[in-house]
DNA sequence: AAAATTACCTGTATGATACAGCTATCTGGG
DNA sequence: CCCAGATAGCTGTATCATACAGGTAATTTT
């Protein structure tokens, strides 16, 4: 292996270590900060409603794919939330079989400060850092996550 | 709100959204590579091994400490391990209450199996990336990595 | 119109985790 | 030296997120 091939080699281990320590401390986040705004939302509930934020109102199934969850994984997270108000269901006008999913206004007030909380404690852990890091940082994640997803849907 | 804090808003808000993405990639990942190598050990195994082999034998309370978790898991986690011959429970001889958990060469190399599967992984879905791009996202996440820490202890 | 597919739901199982309570041991102030 | 309180680890129990298998109803294909 040449040196260059070792030195790649060191940077992927490091990569593949900081991401498995960032979902651990990810979870101890999420727990953490159970106390406050974050208990309003368990860690699905918050993904879904976020996703109907941005791509609008849709069926399980659809959500199921996009989320890489088990169609009936999704079925009870939208159940929870629609017990909570916080999403509505209504029979797909163009699939008898379907149920459109869509955010309620107070769904998305819910996320909204879930997501509020969350920002606001990014910005003080990272207080200190330069907006060149903080951007790229934001920037490569991006990448990371691409391609991540690339590869779990090619397989 | 000036245009710098709105672009540090901007930026944070996308920090906090790649993260949130790549928790549920990551999950999705490692469930996904469940066939292959992976299978060889769950999630918290993983980390326990990880964390033995670089910071050698300790005592539950340690590991539990270190991981962010609480005891009870710990002692379940290790209990498992100890079933698969993966790890080793030896009497502290320093304190009649605690217990030394040490990783066994099998718990070493199934682990440096996992991690060098991943590690590939990794090496396939940054193929397209620059060592430079590379290098600054294993710097980038180490910094968040120790931010959410340091966070997560002083609470 | 029968067959195959799809969408969703429900039953059931698993895994990771926390919290509370238990026992054994340790430690520091009288 | 001894007891009160702290600590280490374990076990019982609960919760949550998730998957897989099977069922029913609706849709699409042939």
């Known amino acids: 292996m040449s040196d260059d091939d070792h030195a790649k080699e060191v940077t992927l281990g490091r990569i593949e270590t900081e991401v498995a320590l960032l979902m651990r401390l990810g979870e101890a986040t999420r727990r953490g900060t159970?106390?406050?705004e974050h208990r309003l939302l368990d860690r699905a509930?918050?993904?879904?409603?976020r996703h109907l934020d941005v791509a609008g109102p849709q069926n399980v199934s659809a959500l199921?794919?996009?989320l890489n969850l088990d169609g009936s994984t999704v079925t009870r997270q939208v159940s929870a939330l629609q017990r909570?108000?916080?999403?509505?269901?209504?029979?797909?006008p163009a699939d008898g079989r379907g149920?459109?999913?869509?955010?309620t206004a107070a769904g998305l007030q819910r996320m909204a400060a879930v997501q509020a909380a969350r920002t606001r404690l990014y910005g003080e852990m990272l207080a200190s850092w330069s907006e060149t890091d903080r951007d790229t940082l934001a920037e490569l994640l991006h990448r990371l996550n691409e391609a991540l997803?690339?590869?779990n849907?090619?397989?």
Chains 1, 2 share one sequence.
């Open 34 to 36: 159970g106390t406050m």
């Open 45 to 49: 509930a918050y993904v879904i409603l």
């Open 64 to 66: 199921a794919a996009r």
């Open 84 to 92: 909570d108000g916080l999403i509505a269901r209504t029979p797909d």
């Open 99 to 103: 149920t459109v999913i869509s955010a």
């Open 149 to 151: 997803d690339a590869r």
């Open 153 to 155: 849907r090619r397989r």
